[in-house]
């Protein structure tokens, strides 16, 4: 599964407010590239030692981005709604 935030430009809106919307739009994403990287490491681990890491590892980092989206809709931060799910790219 792959996440894109969409292209935004800062011409569309010079205030402060559209920066911190952007901001936080981009560190979702980053949480959630950090969850996909967890979700590899748990596929892949094949020490047994490193199993339970990689699924506190898994469960941390989507943890991380489920309250992170709920944050953003409570902020009503319109762009959350325009984010792009692929999945098996």
């Given at each position: 599964m792959r996440f894109r935030v969409p292209d935004f430009s800062y011409n569309h809106r010079d205030d402060e407010e559209y920066g911190v919307d952007y901001g936080i739009l981009m560190d979702i994403k980053n949480?959630?590239?950090e969850w996909l990287n967890a979700q590899n490491?748990?596929?892949n681990v094949s020490d047994?030692?490193?199993?339970?890491?990689a699924i506190y590892n898994m469960e941390a980092?989507?943890?991380?981005?489920?309250?992170?989206?709920?944050q953003a809709r409570m902020k009503g931060i319109e762009g959350i709604n325009n984010l792009l799910y692929h999945y098996g790219e």
């Open positions: 949480a959630h590239a490491l748990f596929n047994p030692e490193l199993v339970d890491y980092a989507k943890k991380k981005y489920m309250y992170m989206l709920k």
